[in-house]
């Protein structure tokens, strides 16, 4: 694979009209194009007018496709498939590519014998030879009687003919096995065409499962960088196309979906050099993320409750900014920005990471198609490299350190607070919009270089909730993302889901005392989850009646514990979380989120109702 390989996506994967789908892959740095047979014949473009669009944005046409049951035990049939491909043969020749995607058969009358179905295969490959074009058969893990890439490459192999070659689909591949080493073994010139895809590893219909659930890759659970290295040391040396079919996808903004699907393919590239094949074309690792430099809120009006619950967590107020209506407040290694020139509901709108070095963590996301940050500073403040995540959280590059080049922009207040015992920011939870759970997951993969850990789904009460752990190998930064799978009618309520900073303490029950104590607003946990809890796990009643008390959720996992004690929510949608982890525990409390959030909704009805007006 060369330095900076061939890309491709095609049109299938993008929602709008042809000429939607052409324009946002040229503006996303796509190569090329696969034309999808049925966004062709919607569009009034002819074949010509398309091959010409596709050379005024800089785009190749690297695949036409596909072309269905060909084969048939039929000979009527059979010559009236071949009178199809002529006309597709045609419709190729004006377009100007040479290579269609032939699927196996699913149709009644597929042909079951490997050489009565080589031959058939032949026949046609004489026909595509003589007009300079070639044929790319493609298993479907649903074909008939050809499902997997061993049985395609049988029956391409016996066919012997040159214009007669592989098309390997990843999805089809890696939905029905993970016996791919053998794929190294094929001639590369035999591999015409490559699409890659993702997908959930789901148990489900295969034909479901890809018709709605692909992904690129990167966001799902197959090992691509494994079977990618397995086609490029075959000697494939064609583009890297994407194939992908998702429902969100096909509704999405198309120039979007494309920027995510060309960042998907960098990374994957990336990763499959980083194991010995091919090479990266990023220009090199992430740097290493050495910590939470700050997390910001921004949040207006003169409303109190997350300023007071700050302090009553133990946080002082050790900073003005400036020149902007920003406070930073500060406990141990944890720092949060409250920037008060938003709207009137509070959000997280920026995190910082310490970075090894910033300004190639900077480059590497620009790489990687991360818009950047535009940024009003004044002339003495810092300029710190910011680009924009897919939910709109900004995120900043900053240098390790108290002195860090950020802190200069801040006028000190003297404060230093008493704390509680809390020692850095332990991870961050956000929720996304539905549409970007999936692109956000692949952006902090590919950009921080975070590895996904724990996810799963769980019943929350207003509907399913997705979620999704990231974090760096040593663990220093960690986001927890969420997302509402469905949120429908007039019941769910209408209020975006919260989002939470998690604080590392040593001792959560000492921690939620000295807070109580200094009239943090927490969260109150009904009594029926600790009679639960007293049944799961064998505590000590001391230790049963505290949690109790104060409101702390265990959640047992196999290394370990997540002790967590929530505030209410604060200033609209956000909380905060005080956290210990016992033993090696890497999880995230997820088990008890449903309990948290009932007991959030039950808190802000009460509230609600002691509204006037």
């Not at 010409?52 to 036409?64: E, N, Q, T």
């Not at 008939?144 to 040159?162: K, L």
């Amino acid at each position: 694979m060369p330095a900076d390989p061939r890309t491709a996506v095609a049109t299938v994967c993008l929602s709008g009209a042809l000429e939607d789908k052409l324009a946002a892959a040229a503006t996303a740095g796509f190569d090329g194009v696969e034309i999808f047979e049925p966004d062709l014949v919607a569009s009034p473009m002819s074949p010509g007018e398309v091959r010409l669009r596709c050379a005024d944005l800089g785009l190749s046409i690297d695949l036409y496709q596909p072309f269905r049951d060909l084969d048939s035990t039929d000979d009527d049939r059979l010559a009236a498939n071949h009178r199809r491909a002529e006309h597709k043969f045609d419709v190729m020749r004006a377009l100007g590519t040479d290579t269609v995607l032939v699927c196996s058969s699913v149709a009644p009358d597929a042909v079951a014998d490997p050489d009565r179905l080589a031959g058939q295969l032949h026949g046609l490959a004489d026909r595509a030879a003589e007009r300079g074009l070639r044929l790319a058969y493609e298993a479907l893990a649903w074909g008939r009687h050809v499902d997997t890439w061993e049985a395609s490459w049988d029956v391409v192999r016996r066919a012997d003919h040159p214009a007669l070659g592989l098309c390997l689909d990843s999805f089809h591949v890696l939905s029905r096995t993970s016996e791919i080493d053998g794929i190294a073994e094929i001639p590369g010139e035999k591999i015409f065409f490559l699409q890659l895809a993702d997908a959930p590893v789901l148990s489900m219909d295969v034909l479901q499962w890809s018709r709605h659930h692909r992904l690129f890759p990167g966001q799902g659970g197959f090992d691509l960088p494994r079977f990618l290295a397995a086609v490029l040391d075959a000697g494939y040396a064609g583009p890297l196309s994407l194939e992908v079919f998702n429902d969100v996808f096909r509704q999405a903004d198309p120039v979007r979906t494309a920027v995510d699907g060309h960042r998907s393919l960098l990374a994957l590239a990336e990763a499959t050099a980083a194991g010995g094949a091919g090479t990266d074309p990023v220009g090199g690792p992430a740097p290493a993320v050495e910590g939470m430099a700050f997390v910001e809120i921004a949040t207006g009006g003169d409303d109190p409750a997350l300023d007071d619950a700050l302090t009553a967590l133990g946080f002082a107020r050790t900073g003005h900014h400036l020149t902007k209506p920003v406070d930073r407040w500060e406990q141990g290694r944890a720092r949060i920005l409250v920037n008060r020139a938003a709207g009137p509901s509070a959000a997280i709108s920026a995190l910082a990471v310490e970075s090894a070095d910033p300004p190639a963590a900077a480059r590497r996301a620009a790489r990687l198609g991360a818009p950047r940050l535009a940024r009003a500073h004044g002339p003495a403040e810092a300029d710190l490299p910011a680009v924009t995540a897919p939910d709109g959280t900004a995120l900043f590059f900053c240098r390790p350190g108290v002195d860090a080049d950020w802190s200069g922009d801040f006028r000190a207040t003297g404060r230093t607070g008493e704390g509680l015992g809390v020692t850095a920011v332990d991870h961050v939870g956000l929720a996304q919009p539905f549409d970007h759970f999936d692109e956000a997951t692949l952006f902090y993969r590919a950009v921080l270089g975070l590895q996904p850990g724990s996810a799963g789904e769980f019943a929350a009460p207003f509907g399913l909730v997705r979620s999704r752990a990231l974090a760096d190998p040593a663990r220093r930064v960690r986001l927890a993302l969420t997302v509402s799978l469905l949120r429908r009618g007039e019941w769910a309520p209408g209020i975006p889901e919260p989002q939470y900073i998690a604080l590392a303490v040593d001792d959560v029950v000492a921690a939620a005392r000295a807070a109580r104590a200094a009239g943090a607003p927490l969260l109150g946990i009904p009594d029926n989850y600790y009679d639960d809890l007293a049944a799961r796990v064998d505590l000590p009643p001391d230790r049963l009646a505290a949690y109790r008390e104060l409101g702390v959720l265990h959640d047992q996992g196999p290394a370990g514990a997540y002790l967590q004690v929530c505030t209410e929510v604060l200033a609209g949608r956000i909380f905060v979380a005080l956290v210990q982890r016992v033993g090696d525990d890497d999880g995230y409390g997820w088990t008890d989120t449903p309990v948290r959030m009932s007991a959030h909704r039950r808190q802000r009805l009460a509230r609600r109702a002691l509204t006037p007006g």
